[in-house]
């Protein structure tokens, strides 16, 4: 029972500190917190960070993740040689992508406290001391990733101790908060947009850029980053793909890099026990990263950027960019190419009949109408030879060289990509002896095996190669030219008598027939010798199996590789999937090189054939190509894979100038200028 004022003896006249009413009082709670929420912001991350750059020169971006510095698994000479690397280049700089601490917690008393010899204060002083401040004071750190669960997130979680503030605040360097983004720009304007992550949106046992992917392809493509890049799993992988345009837009590309690391991925020191535990007894090696640079389109200059899962091929392409920027800026590059062609041998090419071997059960060719049979051998004699399961070559070259994959110009339907390619071969193989071409496949269309002119067909088909001789390597053997059509009388006269169309294309353009799964072998080096230079081992696929993926162009070529191919080859292209594109992987067994490449080529044809009649568009960009470094010993393997028509072309003249111009003794000549 409440007593009324009027019937209590008592009355409260004052009250020290005054009351303020419940409506004040929640006036001032909501003033507190939005005053905290601007130091939550601060303390959490920035959405983005902006950083420019006071010049426009190809810049080579290092994604460093993962030291766990106070871990016993950690590899500390690489962490510090990769540091002075990028101290002695003005042109490189770095995005730190998190666990740059080992941290501390009860949770992993084996894999983590009784592994740590340093408290966490003194892992941060460490990682401070000895890394982060001699990059600092260069300006090298573009961003620190903040805000995720993992080894300093634990001192956060346990303590709300901000590690990740308390190794950049001081320095100056942004906090980025998971997710967020970093936009380099360039003097003149130009930027490109960085999604950063520790730990991306997702991940897959297969495929190590697989969040990445997710998280960028759920954004509507105007406001999509030019790349984005995680750690986290301690697996490497970099993939640059082109999905389908539609509304005849303009085809853009997204990179996505997975970054190493330091802990538990040097077999010669104890590995990470944890990773022991999961069944991963090493981690993938650190060092990838990007470079960004200019191409031009026209008049207009576009900035672009290339991924890669090893630091020498990173350096390699930013002194290759830049000795091009040098001479393109001076106007002596033509020049300089000229002097090049004449000056050093072109490369002689010699297929390696001992080391090539032909498929044991051939697909036949030959007619099923015993009454064609006549006619027949009087068109085609004996040009049935047979399919390569592995075809060699020996290419004696200085050079870069590189192997252009084409195929999808679905030649004899309404929707043939021939003019285009046309187009594209010209610009790219005329007088040009260091690109050397793969047919893959479709390149013809499904129904011309039933077409009354389709030996007229493969006769344009073959016009096009015959003008490169010596340059088209090999035809693939593809489902389009199995077809049992192509075995049966088609109307009246030559055109319509069986023809062998996979010999018959491999045998007009001087090329050899290969198959789907079969390997292209290239010995590319200065020596006559194929034991003394680095060898190429390219896996040719026609169709992806059940592998295939409509958003992950290269995934059924990864899958391939990793259940069917037996010896693990460098290189595996081709695949039947809408988008285009290439990615790599780290796999430390592999016998040629620690980082496979996959590629899938785009279309020429102006509509995609492998995705259902109710599902016709277009497909990906093509101009997919695979440069082959000369060297001589394996120790020199080294593929630099390209993306588009423009980074094969860029990228194959950069580096012949870079190579030709060491040879020649100009390249201090060429700078100076």
Request: aromatic share 8%.
């Amino acid at each position: 029972m409440v007593v009324s004022a009027q019937e209590s003896r008592f009355k409260i006249t004052d009250e020290s500190p005054k009351r303020i009413s419940q409506e004040e009082a929640s006036l001032r709670i909501i003033r507190a917190i939005q005053e905290m929420q601007a130091v939550e912001r601060n303390y959490i991350g920035r959405d983005e960070a902006i950083v420019t750059i006071d010049h426009n020169r190809p810049i080579r971006v290092m994604t460093i993740a993962d030291l766990h510095m106070g871990s016993i698994a950690t590899d500390y000479d690489s962490i510090f040689a990769l540091r002075d690397s990028i101290l002695s280049d003005p042109d490189a700089c770095v995005i730190l992508l998190g666990d740059e601490i080992e941290g501390l917690t009860q949770k992993y008393l084996d894999t983590n406290a009784a592994r740590t010899i340093p408290d966490v204060h003194q892992q941060i002083d460490l990682v401070k001391n000895s890394f982060i401040k001699p990059l600092a004071e260069q300006g090298k750190i573009l961003s620190m990733v903040s805000g995720y669960f993992g080894h300093n997130g634990w001192t956060q979680d346990q303590s709300t101790v901000n590690t990740w503030m308390m190794m950049a605040d001081e320095f100056g360097i942004p906090v980025v908060r998971n997710g967020g983004l970093v936009r380099i720009r360039y003097a003149n304007g130009k930027e490109q947009a960085i999604e950063i992550h520790h730990n991306p949106p997702g991940k897959s046992k297969y495929d190590p850029v697989y969040g990445l992917r997710e998280a960028v392809q759920s954004i509507s493509e105007p406001n999509r980053p030019t790349g984005a890049t995680a750690a986290h799993t301690h697996r490497a992988g970099i993939a640059k793909e082109y999905q389908p345009t539609i509304n005849n837009g303009k085809a853009k590309a997204q990179f996505y890099l997975n970054t190493g690391a330091f802990k538990g991925s040097n077999a010669e020191l104890p590995p990470d026990r944890f990773g022991v535990k999961l069944g991963f007894p090493l981690a993938d090696k650190p060092g990838q990263g990007f470079i960004t640079y200019f191409k031009k389109d026209g008049e207009k200059e576009e900035v672009d950027s290339w991924p890669a899962i090893q630091t020498a091929q990173l350096l390699l392409m930013q002194k290759a960019l830049n000795l091009l920027n040098d001479t393109e800026g001076q106007g002596t590059t033509s020049e300089y190419m000229g002097l090049i062609r004449d000056q050093i041998a072109a490369p002689q090419v010699k297929f390696n009949e001992r080391g090539s071997k032909k498929v044991t059960t051939p697909y036949d060719e030959h007619p099923n109408q015993e009454k064609s049979d006549a006619v027949y051998k009087e068109l085609y004699g004996d040009m049935v030879t047979g399919q390569y399961a592995i075809a060699s070559w020996n290419v004696i070259s200085d050079l870069p060289i590189s192997v252009d994959f084409i195929q999808n110009i679905r030649e004899g339907a309404h929707a043939s990509g021939f003019n285009a390619v046309e187009h594209y071969m010209a610009e790219r193989f005329t007088n040009n002896p260091y690109a050397f071409i793969a047919f893959l496949r479709n390149i013809v269309d499904q129904d011309v095996a039933l077409d009354p002119k389709r030996k007229s067909i493969l006769d344009h088909l073959v016009s096009l190669g015959v003008k490169y001789p010596q340059q088209v390597l090999a035809v693939l053997h593809d489902s389009s030219l199995r077809s049992k059509g192509w075995k049966k009388s088609v109307g009246e006269g030559g055109d319509g008598s069986p023809i062998p169309a996979g010999s018959y294309l491999a045998n007009g353009m001087d090329a050899k027939l290969i198959r789907h799964k079969s390997t292209m072998r290239m010995a590319v080096g200065s020596s006559s010798s194929p034991s003394q230079k680095p060898v190429y081992s390219i896996m040719t696929l026609d169709k992806q199996g059940r592998h295939g993926s409509s958003n992950r162009p290269t995934f059924g070529n990864m899958r391939i590789y990793d259940r069917q191919a037996t010896r693990k080859p460098g290189i595996v292209a081709g695949g039947h999937m809408a988008m285009s594109g290439f990615s790599s992987k780290f796999d430390g067994s592999n016998p040629e090189t620690d980082a496979p490449v996959f590629i899938a080529p785009g279309w020429w044809a102006d509509t995609v054939d492998t995705e259902g009649a109710g599902n016709a568009g277009p497909g990906a960009i093509p101009g997919q190509a695979a440069i082959l470094i000369p060297g001589k010993s394996e120790r020199d393997y080294m593929v630099i894979p390209t993306s588009n028509p423009e980074e094969t072309k860029l990228f194959h003249e950069a580096l012949i100038l870079w190579y030709g111009l060491q040879i020649l003794g100009l390249t201090d000549k060429a700078k100076k200028a």
